[in-house]
T-cell receptor
Framework: GEDVEQSLFLSVREGDSSVINCTYTDSSSTYLYWYKQEPGAGLQLLTYIFSNMDMKQDQRLTVLLNKKDKHLSLRIADTQTGDSAIYFCAERLSGGYQKVTFGTGTKLQVIP | EAQVTQNPRYLITVTGKKLTVTCSQNMNHEYMSWYRQDPGLGLRQIYYSMNVEVTDKGDVPEGYKVSRKEKRNFPLILESPSPNQTSLYFC????????????FGPGTRLTVT
């Protein structure tokens, strides 16, 4: 079955890099996502990576995918207080419809 | 503005009193879905719909019903709410079942006493 795991909390100082990690179990994933949830708001797609890629960079965000270990990470460079949020890793499985499994979420706290 | 809206945003109710949470999207999306978010469990899918009159169960459908009579609306119905349905509920939509991105509503916080 599918299972996506993340650590629950991460605390970093403003200006440092943050690395949020995620492990997944289903090797048939097609897309892997990072969503951001700010307090009182819904989820917003931050970035995604195709399962046939190893890395994707988008401004301050770097996504690394290790398919062998089924490990996904999100690195945020120069972390700002506005980055404080809950970050969800999610995988979309191959198949006929959009079945997306979300992780438990990692709460990122940025200390000024 | 392209968006997914949910109503109400907050609801406190009592056990057994039927309620409906509405979800509407203005993007002409085919695919819509309901999730519940609970601490330490992430988001779990309740029901989804691939198009009008086509709905199916997600991972945690017990105690919920849905309908899709129009493309833009996908209400979530709790016929007899129980305290274990206290949660944060999100509606989401995407262009079709193959689209990579889902757009989420702002959430509905439901408390059942």
């Amino acid at each position: 079955g599918e299972d996506v795991e993340q650590s629950l909390f991460l605390s970093v100082r403003e200006g440092d890099s943050s690395v949020i990690n995620c492990t997944y179990t289903d090797s048939s994933s097609t897309y892997l996502y990072w969503y951001k949830q700010e307090p009182g708001a819904g989820l917003q797609l931050l970035t995604y990576i195709f399962s046939n890629m190893d890395m994707k960079q988008d401004q301050r965000l770097t996504v690394l995918l290790n398919k062998k270990d089924k490990h996904l990470s999100l690195r945020i460079a120069d972390t700002q207080t506005g980055d404080s949020a809950i970050y969800f890793c999610a995988e979309r499985l191959s198949g006929g419809y959009q079945k997306v499994t979300f992780g438990t979420g990692t709460k990122l706290q940025v200390i000024p | 503005e392209a968006q997914v809206t949910q109503n109400p945003r907050y609801l406190i109710t009592v056990t057994g009193k039927k309620l409906t949470v509405t979800c509407s999207q203005n993007m002409n999306h085919e695919y819509m879905s309901w999730y519940r978010q609970d601490p330490g469990l992430g988001l779990r899918q309740i029901y989804y719909s691939m198009n009008v009159e086509v709905t199916d169960k997600g991972d945690v459908p017990e105690g919920y019903k849905v309908s899709r009579k129009e493309k833009r609306n996908f209400p979530l119905i709790l016929e007899s709410p129980s305290p274990n349905q206290t949660s944060l509920y999100f509606c989401a939509s995407s262009l079709d079942r193959n689209a990579y991105e889902q757009y989420f509503g702002p959430g509905t916080r439901l408390t059942v006493t």
